[in-house]
C-alpha cells in the first residue's frame, strides 16, 4: 500500500499535486483503509465500484484482495496515472469522467460496465459527488450490495440524522427506510494528506429487503416537497382535505415525521 512519501514520489515525477477544486484528499492512514475493505466484505471475484480512486492505493488494496474493480476517475492527469501503473491489470477497469450523468443520474459509461451485475461501493469519495452519488444509488440501483466510504461528517451526520433535527432531510429518510446505516470510524483531518478543511467519517449503508414495486424517486420527490416546507403544518402543505394514513393530524410540521410516516403518508396519497 502506497505511503505518503511514494504519493509525493508519484505525483512530483508527473508534476502533478493534489487539486482542491475536485476534492482530492488522499486517504493516507493504511489502517483506516484496511478497515474501510473490512467493513465491505468484498473478496475473490466481487465488482467493487470505486469513484475517486487518485494514485490508487485503495485500488491496489482491492486488487490484492480478488476483487474486480471498475474505477473511475474525473481528473485526467489522474486517469493516466493510474493507466500507467494498474492499465495491465486484468481485474481493473478505469472510467476517466463524471460519475453523474446529472444531479440524479449515475453516468451511463458506470451503468454500462456494472450491466446488471451486483455489486459494492468502496471509496474515498470526493465531497462534491458524495450525496447525489449515494443517493442515486439507493434510489434507483438495487444491484447495489452495499456503499462502504469515506464521506465529509456533516454527510454521514445527515444520513444518520433524527427527525426534527436541522440535520434531517431527503437522504435521511430515504437511507434510514431503505437501508442500514453504520458509522465505520470517525477520521480526523491528519488522516489525509493534504488535511482537508472539514471532518470525515466512514459509514456503511446496507440495502434493506424491501419491496421492489415501489417507485424511490417518486417517494423522495414528494419528501423533498414537504421538506421544502419543514415548518409548515401538513395540512398548508398537501391540503387539509388530502388522504391520510388513521390518526395522522393535520397540524403536524413534515420535520416531526419519522421515515416510516414519510412512507404511509406517500402510500395513503398514491392510493386516491
Same mark, same amino acid.
Given at each position: 500500500?502506497?505511503?505518503?512519501?511514494?504519493?509525493?514520489?508519484?505525483? @512530483? %515525477?508527473?508534476?502533478? /499535486?493534489?487539486? $482542491?477544486?475536485?476534492?482530492?484528499?488522499?486517504?493516507?492512514?493504511?489502517?483506516?483503509?484496511?478497515?474501510?475493505?473490512?467493513?465491505?466484505?468484498?473478496?475473490?471475484?466481487?465488482?467493487?465500484?470505486?469513484?475517486? =480512486?487518485?494514485?490508487?492505493?485503495?485500488?491496489? @488494496?482491492?486488487? %490484492?484482495?480478488?476483487?474486480?474493480?471498475?474505477? #473511475?476517475?474525473?481528473?485526467?492527469?489522474?486517469?493516466?496515472?493510474?493507466?500507467?501503473?494498474?492499465?495491465? $491489470?486484468?481485474?481493473?477497469?478505469?472510467?476517466?469522467?463524471?460519475?453523474?450523468?446529472?444531479? $440524479?443520474?449515475?453516468?451511463?459509461?458506470?451503468?454500462?460496465?456494472?450491466?446488471?451485475?451486483?455489486?459494492?461501493?468502496?471509496?474515498?469519495?470526493?465531497?462534491?459527488?458524495?450525496?447525489?452519488?449515494?443517493?442515486?444509488?439507493?434510489?434507483?440501483?438495487?444491484?447495489?450490495?452495499?456503499?462502504?466510504?469515506?464521506?465529509?461528517? *456533516?454527510? &454521514?451526520?445527515?444520513?444518520?440524522? %433524527? =427527525?426534527?433535527?436541522?440535520?434531517?432531510?431527503?437522504? /435521511?429518510?430515504?437511507?434510514?427506510?431503505?437501508?442500514?446505516?453504520?458509522?465505520?470510524?470517525?477520521?480526523?483531518? *491528519?488522516?489525509?494528506?493534504?488535511?482537508?478543511?472539514? &471532518?470525515?467519517?466512514?459509514? /456503511?449503508?446496507?440495502?434493506?429487503?424491501?419491496?421492489?414495486?415501489?417507485?424511490?424517486?417518486?417517494?423522495?420527490?414528494? #419528501?423533498?416537497?414537504?421538506?421544502?416546507?419543514?415548518?409548515?403544518?401538513?395540512?398548508?402543505?398537501?391540503?387539509?382535505?388530502? =388522504?391520510?394514513? @388513521?390518526?395522522?393530524?393535520?397540524?403536524?410540521?413534515?420535520?416531526?415525521?419519522?421515515?416510516?410516516?414519510?412512507?404511509?403518508?406517500? %402510500?395513503?396519497?398514491?392510493?386516491?
Amino acid at each position: 500500500m502506497q505511503t505518503l512519501a511514494q504519493i509525493k514520489e508519484i505525483l @512530483e %515525477e508527473r508534476c502533478m /499535486s493534489p487539486r $482542491h477544486k475536485l476534492g482530492q484528499n488522499f486517504l493516507i492512514d493504511h489502517n483506516l483503509i484496511r478497515k474501510l475493505v473490512d467493513a465491505s466484505g468484498v473478496g475473490e471475484g466481487d465488482l467493487v465500484l470505486e469513484v475517486g =480512486p487518485g494514485t490508487g492505493t485503495m485500488t491496489e @488494496e482491492l486488487l %490484492e484482495r480478488g476483487c474486480e474493480v471498475v474505477a #473511475c476517475e474525473l481528473d485526467k492527469d489522474m486517469a493516466d496515472l493510474l493507466r500507467d501503473r494498474l492499465g495491465g $491489470h486484468e481485474r481493473f477497469r478505469l472510467i476517466e469522467g463524471d460519475c453523474l450523468e446529472s444531479k $440524479h443520474e449515475v453516468s451511463r459509461v458506470i451503468a454500462s460496465q456494472l450491466g446488471d451485475c451486483d455489486f459494492t461501493l468502496v471509496a474515498n469519495l470526493p465531497y462534491g459527488a458524495a450525496t447525489p452519488l449515494m443517493l442515486a444509488l439507493m434510489l434507483e440501483w438495487p444491484t447495489c450490495l452495499g456503499q462502504f466510504v469515506t464521506i465529509q461528517r *456533516e454527510v &454521514a451526520d445527515r444520513l444518520m440524522a %433524527e =427527525p426534527g433535527t436541522k440535520a434531517f432531510g431527503v437522504i /435521511s429518510v430515504v437511507a434510514q427506510l431503505f437501508a442500514r446505516v453504520e458509522l465505520v470510524a470517525k477520521l480526523p483531518r *491528519e488522516c489525509f494528506w493534504p488535511q482537508p478543511d472539514v &471532518a470525515s467519517a466512514m459509514v /456503511s449503508v446496507v440495502p434493506r429487503d424491501l419491496r421492489k414495486d415501489f417507485d424511490r424517486r417518486l417517494f423522495a420527490t414528494f #419528501c423533498q416537497k414537504l421538506l421544502g416546507q419543514r415548518r409548515k403544518q401538513l395540512g398548508s402543505v398537501i391540503g387539509r382535505d388530502a =388522504p391520510l394514513p @388513521e390518526g395522522f393530524d393535520t397540524r403536524r410540521r413534515a420535520e416531526s415525521l419519522s421515515p416510516e410516516e414519510f412512507l404511509s403518508l406517500y %402510500e395513503a396519497r398514491s392510493a386516491r
